[in-house]
Nanobody, 118 residues
Framework: QVQLVESGGGLVQPGGSLRLSCAAS????????MHWYRQAPGKQRDLVAR???????NYVDFVKGRFTISRDNAKNTVYLQMDALKPEDTAVYYC????????????WGQGTQVTVSA
């Protein structure tokens, strides 16, 4: 069974940093575009960042300059380094894997809570 397991969430003060990890198992990780989404209470799930199989990276405007996405294909893991965190970054962060040869095949992780509060 395919698994995406996020970790690294927690409580941090404004201006602080966290590093999220998403470890994938039972998929050919290098063939998947990897994404980070987030969902705040009462809001829709929004894309935060994406890294393709060719290491093309995209960020949404509200995290540009603060968040950094990266991947390690040898470890089947994608990361999200989050710096200069703001209270509005509080959300559950989800990892999403999209199989590039056939994009109908995709998987979600279970999410990890990030809370930014003084």
């Amino acid at each position: 069974q395919v698994q995406l397991v996020e970790s690294g969430g927690g409580l941090v003060q404004p201006g602080g940093s966290l590093r999220l990890s998403c470890a994938a198992s039972r998929i050919p990780f290098s063939l998947y575009d990897m994404h980070w989404y987030r969902q705040a209470p009462g809001k829709q799930r929004d894309l935060v960042a994406r890294i393709t199989t060719g290491d093309i990276i995209n960020y949404v405007d509200f995290v540009k300059g603060r968040f950094t996405i990266s991947r390690d294909n040898a470890k089947n893991t994608v990361y999200l380094q989050m710096d200069a965190l703001k209270p509005e970054d509080t959300a559950v962060y989800y990892c999403y894997a999209e199989y590039t040869p056939r994009r109908a095949i995709n998987y979600w992780g279970q999410g990890t809570q990030v809370t930014v509060s003084a």
